[in-house]
């Protein structure tokens, strides 16, 4: 991805600009971006949704890797992807939802799929396609089918993707019709994640002050590991949760 910093770097020299280089500062949740790229709202392949919150910024390192998958599943002949949340423009805490996505390297990208461009009164919030029924823990009837497998392995095949967060029942989907490729480690079941799965990518070049996560453990997850997820059945909260804001590194100015 150093060849998209770089490209980004010559674009602000060429505006009149001194070079400036985008950086991810911290831990993926107490952290903060500086000189973050937009997403454009819509483009080949993909539609963001929900763009009134702001949250559509990244390191150009996920830019790049984003627009690079649409255009892949687009040439595999599926529809437009949404694109959830990424950062905000200068990273750091939401006021709600994740406390993640704080240094412009995570993505949520949604199961659902637009076969035409998204209407203007559902942008903002559109209608979700859950995959699972949360009290029995079972995927829903033809909603993990070829297509949103296909998905995942073209989302997680990539080098700089650090790991995939992924309801552990379509985790458990996964592994028993693609447990033997190299790619499925990379998917980390965690609760929630009923209609839409987050992207990390690793710490890009150029970023000494990121923080990165530790190494997946060994082997492909669908074992002992994805076992006790299943039989515990962890649940979201029913009811919001508050978090304390984090404390950030110096550089991100609080």
């Not at 830019?63 to 959830?84: F, V």
């Not at 979700?128 to 829903?140: F, N, Q, T």
Request: glycine share 8%; charged share 20%; hydrophobic share 40%.
């Amino acid at each position: 991805m150093l060849a998209t910093t770089l490209l980004f770097m010559a674009s602000a020299l060429h505006a009149g600009a001194h070079p400036i280089a985008p950086e991810a500062i911290g831990g993926y949740s107490a952290g903060c971006l500086k000189h973050s790229m937009a997403l454009p709202l819509t483009g080949p392949g993909y539609q963001v949704i929900r763009s009134k919150r702001l949250r559509y910024y990244g390191h150009p390192d996920l830019i790049h890797y984003l627009t690079t998958l649409a255009n892949q599943t687009r040439m595999a002949g599926m529809p437009d992807l949404y694109i959830a949340d990424l950062a905000m423009a200068h990273g750091g805490p939401f006021s709600s939802g994740h406390r993640s996505h704080q240094t412009g390297l995570d993505a949520d990208i949604w199961f659902r799929m637009a076969n035409q461009p998204i209407s203007k009164w559902e942008q903002d919030a559109p209608k979700e396609w859950v995959l699972i029924d949360e009290p029995s823990y079972r995927v829903l009837p033809g909603r993990f089918g070829p297509q949103q497998l296909e998905l995942l392995r073209l989302a997680a095949s990539k080098p700089e993707v650090a790991r995939i967060f992924i309801n552990p029942v379509l985790k458990g989907e996964v592994c028993k019709r693609a447990a033997d490729e190299p790619w499925v480690a990379k998917l980390r079941p965690w609760v929630g994640h009923f209609s839409h799965f987050h992207v990390r990518l690793h710490c890009p070049a150029g970023s000494p002050d990121c923080e990165p996560q530790a190494p997946i453990p060994p082997g492909n997850g669908c074992d002992a590991e994805l076992a006790s997820w299943l039989k515990d059945k962890p649940q979201l909260p029913k009811v919001s949760m508050t978090y304390s804001k984090p404390r950030l590194p110096a550089r991100c100015g609080s």
